[in-house]
């Protein structure tokens, strides 16, 4: 995949996100896509399971915005340094994006700063 072509799928991601378009961002993921946030859960493996957690993690941080640091994009796949912002609650994160051949998501892995993690999960 040209690193021209990986960009426009990351900028479309990243817009989707910003939209909080559901729908958007889970077409770019396919069917046997697995996301995993790096919590100590289990992963979400298949587009419905990916789905449920999207809309879970949107549904938690309503007023989700993202703060993009920096994109470094690969051969198949893209890291996003970015910060969750909703409210008065920030979250650094870093995302590992994997394209399949097809040019969707096969896997996206968020790690999170584990020091923000609870008052990013407190109340706003």
Known sequence: MKISDLGAVAERYLAAWA????DAIVALHSADG???LHTGGAPAIGRDAVRSAFAAILEQFPALTVQVHR??????????DWTL????RRLDCLD????????LVARKDTFVDAAQ????????
Request: glycine residues 10%.
């Open 117 to 124: 993690l609870p008052a990013a999960l407190g109340a706003a």
């Open 71 to 80: 994109v470094l994009l690969g051969d198949r796949h893209w890291v996003l």
């Open 19 to 22: 939209a909080h378009d559901l």
């Open 85 to 88: 912002v909703s409210g008065q």
């Open 96 to 103: 590992l994006v994997e394209l399949s051949d097809a040019g």
């Open 34 to 36: 697995v996301f995993r």
